[in-house]
């Protein structure tokens, strides 16, 4: 158990996920939210369909996520897909997300160990510095409804507000928008140097249902002369592939697509009986004209009008599918959403501010790498994450990225400032890691953001454990690795394999082994570990290296070898690759 005072400040799913690990180990901690719910993405932003990868069902996700998936899915009475969207394997309404994720937190709630604040956002902090010199947060206050503040002090501070606010009010150094290409060679920066108002676009979600009597459609919302042809509204959409996806209402469109309407339906009446329900979150209402971090309240305003326009273009001028123009019988549903006019409460961030660094996580880590089907290593990772490298349109730049990249890692460097450029107990827990806007592109989705928060909560706990600062323990091999026991003891996967899922007799020895390099040969390019089957010399050598043991029997399978060559004490191993930096 640990002493450990902890606030994590927003409580998007990196909050919770943080909220949850770090109460879990026994922290007293107070997590904020700046809506009137926890859940971000999948509550309040209303983009409850997950966003996942095409191992999610047995591997690459916490294990605290995979419990999350496995309560939506009980709350719907064990349906696979309640929404029977096909966007995702799970989509569910988002009142339905936000009562799972306070009944997973509601144990600590009611034990006294975690406070909840709803409403509530950041505006000013105050820093100090310790006997080193180094910056050190000392409490953030907070704004609520009515003008009331609010001061929250805390021994660690993690940041998982879904625009990194907490990085400029504690002096942390950040960057928004572009890196540009030639600061790190990636493909899909912009070219040229940085450019930080290239922000990716928001979506203000709606959310819709038909309706067999519809009323009165009322006329255009404002700016819609602007947005029908300037965005403009369609349901065919430029695909990833450079050609034009054409999609039909509740058909199938003109090349083979399936129905724009159950594209993210949250609810199929089908299934569950009444009417559907879906989210609208469509190239159609993709806002790109100014960015949230640029220009905060013309942005919120111009999403508005632009999900507005987009939902009057849908019930007066969308092509039908029997002929003519128009669904009137389209309306906006404040049951889906939770609020008066069926518009999300928050608009769905895609680009948060992130930690400045030298050494970002890039498109290069994770890009795809000949015939292996991994990224990068990164022995110091504190969790998993896999999705493409997801921009879309960036201010001033409309052409979107869907850039392939193989399974990745979270690393423990990338979750707190650089030294000297931000103080030492402060996490990074959402999207705000330390990774360029391409990178970070790919771990913003659900698993990936819910993965960097579990990793933030766990990284706070361990550096109490240490007697040491955030910093210092990420920084270094001995706390990294104790950091990764307590994950592994959670069920979170460190490296990726498609056959050692985390009920796995040899889960946690077959990570340890991986992370420290244990891994050669044909194993080492692809995800099917086969811990069942024999291994040859040269494996043999590679996992008695890793772990700093001597000649390993012949005769094992993989699974067993590694079993039966871990030390007692598994953070105390050799490790044959460099160290991180350890503090001083």
């Known amino acids: 158990m640990t002493g450990l005072r902890l606030a994590v400040i927003g409580g998007g799913l990196g909050g919770v996920a943080a909220a949850l690990a770090a109460a879990d180990a026994g922290a007293t901690v107070t997590l904020t939210a700046a809506e009137p719910m926890v859940g971000g993405q999948i509550t309040a932003q209303a983009t409850s369909p997950l966003d996942e990868h095409p191992l999610v069902e047995t591997t690459g996700a916490p294990g605290s996520y995979h419990e999350m998936r496995r309560r939506l899915r009980a709350a719907y009475g064990g349906l696979a897909n309640p929404g029977d969207g096909w966007v995702s394997r799970l989509c569910f309404e988002p009142d339905v997300g936000r009562q799972v994720l306070e009944d997973m937190l509601a144990e600590h709630v009611a034990s006294g160990r975690l406070r909840v604040l709803l409403d509530r956002e950041p505006v000013a902090a105050r820093t100090t510095t310790d006997a080193a010199g180094r910056a050190v947060v000392e409490a953030v206050e907070l704004a609520g409804p009515g003008g009331v503040r609010e001061v929250v002090t805390a021994d660690t501070f993690v940041d998982a507000t879904e625009l990194g606010d907490l990085l400029p009010l504690v002096g942390a150094d950040w960057v928004i928008g572009s890196e540009g290409s030639e600061a790190f060679g990636e493909p899909h920066a912009l070219p040229g140097g940085p450019d930080p108002l290239a922000e990716q676009s928001c979506t203000w979600v709606a959310g819709l249902t038909l309706r067999e009597d519809p009323g009165p459609v009322g006329g255009p919302p404002r700016g819609y002369a602007r947005h029908v042809t300037g965005q403009p509204f369609g349901l065919d959409i430029p695909g990833w592939d450079g050609t034009l996806h054409r999609y039909a209402m509740f058909g199938e469109g003109p090349t083979g697509n399936p129905p724009f309407w159950t594209y993210r339906r949250v609810r199929s009446g089908a299934l569950l009986g009444g009417q559907d329900a879906v989210v609208l979150n469509w190239a159609g209402n993709d806002y790109a004209a100014t960015g949230l971090v640029a220009d905060r309240e013309r942005t919120l305003r111009g999403a508005r009008?632009?999900?507005?326009?987009?939902?009057?273009?849908?019930?007066?001028?969308?092509?039908?599918?029997?002929?003519?123009?128009?669904?009137?019988?389209?309306?906006?549903?404040?049951?889906?959403?939770?609020?008066?006019?069926?518009?999300?409460?928050?608009?769905?961030?895609?680009?948060?501010?992130?930690?400045?660094?030298?050494?970002?996580?890039?498109?290069?880590?994770?890009?795809?790498?000949?015939?292996?089907?991994?990224?990068?290593?990164?022995?110091?990772?504190?969790?998993?994450?896999?999705?493409?490298?997801?921009?879309?349109?960036?201010?001033?730049?409309?052409?979107?990225?869907?850039?392939?990249?193989?399974?990745?890692?979270?690393?423990?460097?990338?979750?707190?400032?650089?030294?000297?450029?931000?103080?030492?107990?402060?996490?990074?827990?959402?999207?705000?890691?330390?990774?360029?806007?391409?990178?970070?592109?790919?771990?913003?989705?659900?698993?990936?953001?819910?993965?960097?928060?579990?990793?933030?909560?766990?990284?706070?706990?361990?550096?109490?454990?240490?007697?040491?600062?955030?910093?210092?323990?990420?920084?270094?091999?001995?706390?990294v690795r104790r950091a990764q026991e307590r994950l592994l003891a959670r069920g979170t996967p460190l490296v990726w394999t498609r056959d050692v899922p985390a009920d796995h007799p040899a889960f946690a020895a077959v990570n340890r082994c991986v992370l420290r390099g244990g891994l050669v040969g044909e194993r080492a390019r692809t995800l099917d570990l086969r811990p069942d089957e024999g291994l040859d010399e040269a494996e043999r050598a590679s996992i008695a290296h890793a772990l700093g043991l001597g000649r390993l029997p012949e005769g094992s399978t993989w699974g067993d070898a590694v079993l039966s060559a871990q030390p007692a004490h598994p953070e105390q191993a050799r490790h044959h690759q460099p160290d991180l930096q350890e503090p001083a």
């Open 305 to 479: 009008d632009l999900t507005l326009g987009f939902v009057h273009w849908l019930r007066t001028e969308a092509p039908r599918d029997d002929g003519g123009r128009g669904y009137p019988e389209l309306a906006l549903d404040p049951g889906v959403t939770g609020t008066a006019d069926g518009l999300a409460h928050a608009p769905y961030v895609r680009e948060s501010r992130r930690l400045a660094s030298g050494r970002p996580v890039t498109e290069l880590d994770l890009a795809v790498r000949g015939s292996s089907e991994r990224a990068v290593a990164m022995p110091d990772s504190l969790g998993t994450a896999w999705y493409h490298a997801d921009l879309h349109p960036r201010v001033g730049h409309p052409q979107s990225v869907y850039a392939p990249t193989s399974p990745f890692q979270v690393p423990a460097r990338a979750l707190v400032p650089e030294a000297g450029r931000g103080p030492v107990n402060l996490v990074a827990g959402a999207k705000n890691l330390a990774a360029t806007q391409v990178a970070a592109a790919a771990y913003r989705v659900h698993p990936g953001e819910w993965s960097v928060g579990e990793a933030a909560g766990v990284l706070a706990v361990q550096a109490d454990a240490d007697g040491r600062t955030p910093t210092e323990t990420a920084t270094s091999t001995a706390g």
